[in-house]
């Protein structure tokens, strides 16, 4: 059985007519506005249109014609049923799990970053590339791992690509997976740094989600709602509670610290999530993710609506030309780079061919949760951006750029983002910083502050001025909720990738349930990425400039690997005249990542080069030219220049290596010679069928 493509009846095609055409005005209202403010409700409309329409007429043509999905075939989660791993679940529940999964920060920071272009660039790639590459991607490796059992990524590219392919595409991930953690690590220390009100709120929320877990597993089982509520309640406290610390004289210097102990209290965290057992710590953070993620998108809507915002931001900044302060780099490539998970996201083909495939119980159900929780994720995007764009450029600016591009006092930081053309004051940033709750919000770099200041702006405005300070921290804990729950789950699947290729040395290391292998794996991997972290607290300019591009470049290469895998299945499962619905991203992705990298490791621009930045350093180092402080550790700062330009040249000549590995088996398929036979497992029929039938 398939999905209808078209509506059936006039009134049924004249709603969707009409859903097109309001979504084309929108967009076209927002990319055609020069010189006028925008009211940011055209943003919220064009969007819900688009997704729509896609989800609608493309994602169901893709499920009928491209993979055909069979509602009478068994799915791994009901052939495999063992209660542990393959789990047949109610697909809204597997949908919030989903979701809360995918989510991490990068539709809610890389959007924010790259408003420094403008609001047009980056609203029109995140609308295009989630409906026509990020939920397609999604939905197809979703599919090609449930028709496989629930197979990994990497085991896919091993078993459709061989030998060489699959391990250059395990050694990426792997690789690409500790780049991500770092900057998931990064955002949450730079959010947290001098704030004794978000440091404490964003503590609490750790032994809330123990307390949860342990309610729901030994004082209440089975009261689920009883212990979501209970978990939400307490979240909401957390923020109130962390006011209260934040006025304690004595409290107060418990949580107020500088970026590198919060640091190393984030790798201590990430270490204790990978090895506690996962119903302790990770299922409730989820849990309870979920519905502050999916209630405060839908609050921020709402209140979008209610208030109407005006669009601050220009359409076009002048720092298309690469001359960004929050990063350096050309509107072409890196706007797309610096969106990333906004519009496609690698991380999600991780989940995609990790535990949700293992859960659903109907080939209908990969298009709500494949296509449909990229599209809400897209959604995620369009809010950060407008939040990110009803603040005053200055203001904006002021919050995001680094001390070392703009200046280190706050008179030199004014001066030099009003001479760009978006004034703003001291007296301006002081008197946002008190009422944030706040002592400075100049050089919070990363993002997340800079989205927190709108958000809360957003919903004081609707809902009550008088709480803005409670509103900004319930957003920084909003983010870190977001950000922590990728974090630890991205550790634990960092765990088991090592673990799979160390088993192929030791099986005993390959067992994910012997204890000496989860805390040896678990160290190597948090190790790994808890030193890029460091190296990007201890960077004058915040970190954000050398990690979050070769973060986008990581995580676009790993879609593009996945895209691999899923043209090469489509090829050989005889999808040929398909091809383009994965074939198009994937050359789209080649051209950026491989541009993106070529300009991070050829540009004499030492704010875009990884070398030229290491040799600017060195320069300036051996000529005394630098502070004290930061003498000391420009050594490091070097050597961690080099070896990100040396990572991103191994993550191109990674992903070639598996698209040559696709090329070739297309090659001789075509021309009829041997190749490695699908993996798909043969056709059962669903229990329900089976009992139809008898």
């Known amino acids: 059985m398939t999905t209808p493509i078209v509506p059936q009846g006039w009134p049924q095609r004249l709603l969707w007519l009409g859903i097109a055409i309001t979504g084309a005005a929108a967009a076209g209202g927002i990319a055609m ?106 939905m197809v490796i979703l599919f090609c791992s449930m028709r496989r059992d629930g197979r990994s990524l990497g085991q896919m590219a091993r078993d459709e690509l061989g030998p060489i392919g699959g391990f250059a595409a395990l050694l990426a991930t792997f690789l690409i997976m500790i780049i991500l953690i770092a900057v998931l690590g990064l955002v949450v220390v730079n959010a947290m740094k001098h704030s004794p009100w978000a440091t404490s709120t964003v503590a609490a929320t750790i032994p809330i989600a123990v307390f949860i877990g342990l309610y729901m597993r030994y004082l209440r089982p089975g009261r689920v709602l009883e212990g979501s509520l209970l978990g939400v309640v307490l979240l909401l406290l957390s923020v109130g509670a962390g006011g209260w610390v934040d006025q304690q004289a004595g409290l107060r210097e418990w949580f107020n610290h500088p970026g590198l102990p919060l640091a190393f209290a984030v790798i201590g965290y990430g270490l204790l999530a990978a090895i506690l057992p996962v119903w302790l710590l990770l299922a409730p953070r989820d849990y309870l993710s979920t519905f502050m993620k999916l209630g405060t998108v839908i609050l921020l809507a709402v209140a979008i609506v209610i208030l109407q915002p005006e669009i601050k931001m220009p359409a076009l900044t002048q720092f298309i030309d690469g001359t960004g302060p929050i990063f350096a780099g050309s509107l072409f490539p890196f706007v797309f780079i610096t969106i990333a998970c906004g519009a496609i996201s690698g991380f999600h083909s991780l989940i995609s061919s990790g535990t949700t495939p293992k859960l659903l119980e109907n080939e ?31 203001v904006y600016f002021a919050i995001n750029s680094p001390a070392g591009i703009v200046g280190a ?27 944030m709750g706040e002592a400075t919000l100049f050089a919070r770099t990363g993002g997340a502050p800079s989205l927190a200041v709108g958000m809360a702006s957003i919903f004081a405005s609707a809902f009550g001025e008088h709480l803005l300070a409670m509103w900004y921290h319930f957003a920084i804990m909003f983010e870190a909720v977001f950000i922590l729950t990728t974090l630890d789950a991205g550790t634990r699947v960092g765990r ?151 990572l991103a040249m191994l993550f191109v000549v990674l992903l070639y290596l598996v698209v040559g590995d696709m090329l070739r088996m297309a090659w001789r398929r075509q021309r009829g010679l041997s190749i490695l036979p699908s993996s798909e497992t043969p056709y059962t029929a669903h229990q329900s069928v089976r009992v139809a039938q008898e």
């Open 33 to 138: 506005n020069r010189g006028e403010s925008i009211n940011a409700i055209w943003f919220i409309v064009a969007a819900i249109c688009t997704y729509l329409i896609g989800y609608r007429f493309y994602s169901a043509w893709i499920a009928a014609r491209v993979l055909m999905l069979d509602e009478t075939r068994a799915t791994p989660a009901v052939r495999l049923a063992d209660g542990r791993d393959y789990v047949p679940t109610n697909r809204w529940v597997v949908f919030g799990h989903h979701f809360a999964a995918i989510a991490g920060p990068g539709p809610l920071i890389g959007p924010t970053l790259a408003a420094q272009f403008g609001y047009l660039p980056g609203t029109l790639w995140i609308l295009v590339g989630s409906v026509l590459a990020g939920c397609v991607q999604d």
């Open 364 to 394: 209908r159900d990969i298009r709500m949760i494949g296509y449909g929780g990229m599209a809400l994720e897209s959604f995620v995007a369009i809010m950060a951006l407008i939040a990110a764009c009803v603040l005053d450029p200055g």
């Open 409 to 435: 006092t706050p008179e030199a930081a004014v001066a030099t983002i009003t001479s760009w053309g978006f004034p703003v004051t001291v007296e301006q940033m002081n008197q946002l910083a008190a009422t």
């Open 496 to 646: 088991f990738m090592l673990q799979d290729m160390l088993g192929n040395f030791s099986p005993k290391l390959g067992q994910t349930s012997w204890y000496p292998s989860v805390v040896l794996t678990s160290t190597i991997v948090v190790a790994g990425w808890g030193y890029f972290l460091y190296i990007g607290v201890i960077d004058p300019n915040g970190g954000v400039n050398i990690l979050w591009p070769l973060f986008g470049i990581s995580n676009q290469l790993l879609a593009a690997i996945a895209l691999t895998v899923a043209t090469s299945i489509l090829i050989k499962t005889g999808r040929v005249k398909y091809l383009w619905v994965t074939a198009l991203p994937l050359l789209w992705l080649l051209i950026l990542t491989t541009t993106a990298v070529f300009e991070k490791i050829s540009s004499t621009d030492p704010r875009i080069g990884f070398f030229a930045a290491a040799s600017d350093l060195q320069h300036k180092l051996d000529a005394g030219l630098l502070a004290a402080d930061k003498a000391a550790v420009a050594p490091q700062l070097i050597f961690n220049q080099h070896l990100d330009a040396w």
